[in-house]
């Protein structure tokens, strides 16, 4: 016999991925226990094999651009694997779109979010509609007649795709339009125009130049008017049947979230309403950027869950020089500190959708824009960890490490880089300065229980907020929130291990440099997926 299999670790299936004792307890702590039954069941579902090979296969099978029928009419239509819409179902049914804005259940945007990082770990790719679909609600209620028409069918549990009249479908999904190919993040440079048509509605004319999810019903779209940049909602299908001005010129060709459509949309004389005051399309639209913020926060800790799943199970089944790999001091160091990563970034996802759910508007303000610079920046590495703890075997795409890798950078691009996340937590600053008094608090919270914590604080409050330091002033937040929840929220050993490497500077430039002492068998035990 040439060829027998031995020493390689069984699939990571049939198990729980919701069995995660941080997000459990914070899920409780953030006022929504009555959901772990639910999230459970999602969690069984996502830790079973059917999922696992919808998610490789709406990444294999990319979306395919359809611009004209057989007869040569324009219809601009994406189509999918089966696949895609099998993990869309999925999270539509169990409320991760807009269903939340319409539960009055106390904790209902915090069980959204843990159902979101729960089944992201499943794939990515498709939470771009679903937190989009989200997002929307809130901006889009600044038009109370458009909010009246679609927050329901928003806010539907119904997948129900294809291009139709919204009226007439059971559920709706939404998108965005922001940027141009001259401005990017910069939306005052847009040149796309709008002009009022004198009969309640818009025309638009423009090109915009990444629209995530063209399949979808309703997009938010910024243009420019003779008062200034405004916010319109852009329909692919108008009410009597016949289809928008919607011309997908292409589909992006990217790194990664490969199972979700990008395009290129071009607009002329296509139908739009106003959401909000003409000349405050930034303002209105922010509202839905916000959202989205919080979900890329919360997609990223997923990210890393994932990750961090795959490789303590890898290292706990895999032997080298005579021990498993887990038990080897160097890689239990490693998984340690992914570990500590992880649950630091579980419990600040969590805590930030219990300030919306909440309605903490100083804290949100300036806390999601940090969560979003430096959660984001964290998932990267982290995942580039994870797959090296599995060797070449992570290596290749059969681990679903590479998918992981490749979706990674994503959430940091998404809605803001990290310098613009930066700049605007220190414009937050200036314009409100209450909301670093919520932070100071949120901080101030855990005083007393870890001097290196409480030395980060006291330094928190020297640091001068000018641009060319912004990023290292937007960094030390992070990590002073993070550690305040942690030593409130973890067990000690995480918690300790958090202030020694994170705060004390008794950490190194990789994972796997953390102190002497630190309890790296507790940490990684409590990690492990269950």
Known sequence: MTHEVFNQPPPLV???????AALLAAVAREGAPWAVGD???LGKLAGSPEPQRWADEANRFSP?????????????????????????????????????????????????????????????????????????VPALRNNSDLSVMFEPLLASRDYDPGLRAPATKRGLLAGMGMTEKQGGSDVR??????????????????????????MCDLFLVLAQTQVGLSCFLVPRVLPDGTRNVFRIQ??????????????EPEFDDTVAWLVGDEGRGVRTIIEMVAMTRLDCVTGSASGMRAALSQAIHHTRHRRA?????????AMRNVLADLAVESEAATLLAMRLAGAVDRDEQQFKRLAIAIGKFWVCKRQPVVVGEALECLGGNGYVEDSGLPRLYRDAPLNSIWEGSGNVQALDVLRTLHREPDSLEALLAEAHAAAGADHRLDDAVTDLKKIVADEGQARRVVERMALVLQGSLLVRHAPPEVADAFCASRLGGDWGHTFGTLPAGADTAAIVDRAAPA
């Open 39 to 41: 999230l459970h069941r």
């Open 321 to 329: 020089f005579g021990r498993l790999l887990a038990d080897q001091p």
């Open 14 to 20: 049939d198990y729980d991925v919701s069995a995660d």
């Open 189 to 214: 440079a847009n040149t796309t125009f709008a002009t009022n048509a004198g009969d309640g509605t818009w025309r638009l004319r423009g090109h915009k130049w990444f629209t995530s999810a063209p």
């Open 250 to 263: 292409r589909l992006k060709d990217k790194l990664g979230n490969r199972s979700n459509a990008s395009s």
């Open 64 to 136: 395919r651009l359809v611009t004209h029928d057989r007869y040569g009419h324009r219809v601009d239509e994406v189509e999918f694997h089966p696949a895609w819409h099998q993990l869309m179902s999925v999270a539509v049914g169990n409320g991760l779109a807009g269903a939340a804005w319409t539960d009055d259940r106390r904790g209902a945007h915090v069980a959204r979010a843990a159902g979101l990082f729960v089944w992201s770990q499943v794939e990515a790719g498709h939470s771009c509609p679903i937190s989009m679909t989200y997002a929307v």
